[in-house]
């Protein structure tokens, strides 16, 4: 069965470090989303992503986020200067199409811990 | 805006038991809804939706959901559960036309054997 891939599982990095969260959707999926969680919060989505562009975004996707597909099957999400409460576990996720009546397809995740 | 309440963080009962867990929204219009399951170390996986129609909803692994729009709520039940249904259970909320899922806290769900 297809599943959507996230690495690395565990990032570690200093604060002002960049880093970069990999995601490989699945393969005939158009629409790629991330979503965090921070310890002890909700789930909180962050951007979508189609047709090579930010579809709709939060107001926690800041200036120090970025995203990108830079080939035919990664999904990028990129934090320029982290920042201690970056700190959080952050989702990956793909549909067929962007509508809700698809099913969104999350990946395990990949915590990122910022010291 | 949307919101969702999952009042209960960790819930415990034993292996053949009854189960329900609760999710309250907060949406102006008929919503959609949805649970979503995270065994350790796996994805969020999608156990059932809530769109329009009959309010009673079946899912995979034997879950059911029912909507009630009077008390904005959105429980998901199981007659009997088994070892493997220990996970986190996640109530969320879209709105109509939207990308995005609005997610509740979470419920931690413990089995005793």
């Known amino acids: 069965e297809p599943e959507v891939t996230q690495t690395p599982s565990h990032q570690v990095t200093q604060m002002g470090q960049e880093v970069i969260l990999r995601c490989v959707p699945i393969s005939n999926h158009l629409y790629f989303y991330w979503y965090r969680q921070i310890l002890g919060q909700k789930v909180e989505f962050l951007v979508s992503f189609y047709n090579n562009e930010i579809s709709e975004k939060s107001e926690i996707f800041d200036d120090q986020f970025s995203v990108e597909r830079p080939d035919g099957s990664n999904f990028t999400l990129k934090i320029r200067s982290t920042k201690l409460e970056d700190s959080a576990m952050y989702f990956c996720a793909s549909s067929v199409r962007g509508s809700l009546y698809n099913e969104q397809f999350f990946g395990p995740g990949t915590r990122l811990t910022v010291l | 805006a949307q919101s969702v309440t999952q009042p209960d963080i960790h819930i415990t009962v034993s292996e053949g038991a009854s189960l329900e867990l609760r999710c309250n929204y907060s949406?102006?219009?008929?919503?959609?809804l949805f649970w979503y399951v995270q065994s350790p170390g796996q994805g969020l996986q999608l156990l059932l939706k809530y769109f329009s129609g009959d309010t009673l909803v079946q899912g995979i692994k034997g879950f059911e959901a029912e909507f009630k729009r009077s008390q904005s709520s959105f429980n998901l039940r199981k007659p009997s559960v088994h070892w493997s249904d220990a996970a986190e259970y996640f109530c969320?909320?879209?709105?109509?036309?939207?990308?995005?899922?609005?997610f509740g806290q979470g419920t931690r769900l413990t089995i005793n054997p």
């Open positions: 949406y102006g219009a008929t919503p959609y």
């Open positions: 969320a909320v879209a709105s109509k036309g939207a990308q995005k899922l609005v």
